[in-house]
């Protein structure tokens, strides 16, 4: 399978123009969407070191997941807000019959919600031996040489709470940009493009699982995504992604085919070759 990945990789490189024969193919960033149910999930990974965005819900075996694809380690996590569909998977992360992964960092934004799980996941991860952190808008890092993260949302003045506390996260080579947006709502993201009037992303993770209540069209026209992806459970009692959602990123994006989903197709992964493109590799 891998074999095949990689020749596949080197055909299309090559039919491009990119590669020659005696050429190696460039660095890239593989990113996992994983399937967690109702809930957010995403997998970095590098060169052997892996990061995580959100760790979905409790009770969905994290742990065993991450040790089916080789994580030993994570570099960081990062949570983008209180929520236990998106930071509850921490709980269980000893849970697994496989051992958890080392945690280095565990950093988190500002939301002023879920006191609780908050409380009860950073206890964990000090117990756990990582490096506990704020982080705030403007703060940046790199994974790798030729990735860059930074943070855009929420600022450090006022009190964020719920789904428009969800931490926004923008990764970046220099060329083509990846934008991660939790659960953020029209309100945040009115206010982030105020903030960012010139914000854009080839690769997006729509908002609060294709909810009614985010991706507003203003919003999706300024981003002007190529590929989109809906982390969402199969059968879920909210109706997400709705219809509304969907039609504005069909328009958006010009190709419904461009708009992926883990309820209809599983764990998902793309992989980023360093200024040169983002492809959808499909189910892993």
């Known amino acids: 399978m891998v074999f095949l990945l990689l020749l596949a990789w080197g055909t299309i490189l090559a039919s491009c123009g990119q590669l020659t024969e005696n050429e190696s193919p460039p660095p890239s960033l593989k990113m996992h969407v994983l399937n967690v149910g109702q809930g957010l999930a995403i997998l ?24 089916a694809r080789g994580v030993k380690k994570l570099d960081w996590v990062l949570v983008s ?31 002023t919600a879920g006191v609780w799980l908050r409380d009860s996941v950073l206890s964990l991860a000090k117990k756990w031996g990582a490096l506990v952190r704020l982080v705030e808008r403007s703060e940046t890092w790199d994974f790798g040489e030729n990735w860059h993260f930074r943070i855009l949302w929420p600022p450090s003045y006022g009190r964020w709470g719920e789904n428009n506390a969800s931490t926004v996260l923008q990764v970046d080579d220099g060329v083509l940009s990846a934008l991660f947006t939790g659960d953020l709502e029209k309100e945040g993201e009115a206010k982030l493009l105020s903030l960012a009037p010139t914000l854009h992303a080839d690769f997006l ?69 360093f200024q040169i493109g983002i492809w959808n590799r499909g189910v892993f």
Do not use: C, M
């Not at 979905?56 to 065993?64: F, H, N, Q, Y």
């Not at 849970?95 to 992964?101: D, Q």
């Open 44 to 67: 970095f990974e590098h060169e052997g070191h892996f990061a995580l965005f959100d760790a979905g819900p409790d009770s969905i075996g994290l742990a065993d997941t991450l040790y």
């Open 81 to 111: 807000h209180w929520h236990r569909d998106h930071a509850g998977g921490l709980l269980d992360l000893s849970a697994g019959k496989n051992p958890r992964p080392e945690i280095e960092a565990l950093l988190y934004g500002s939301d």
């Open 205 to 273: 993770q729509v908002g609060h699982h294709g909810s009614s209540q985010s991706s507003t069209l203003p919003f999706l026209a300024q981003i002007e995504p190529t590929n989109a992806v809906i982390s969402v459970g199969k059968d879920n009692p909210y109706g997400h992604p709705t219809y509304s959602t969907l039609r504005k990123l069909t328009l958006i994006l010009g190709d419904s085919t461009r708009i992926s989903r883990t309820d209809t197709q599983g764990s998902l992964f793309w992989e980023w070759a």
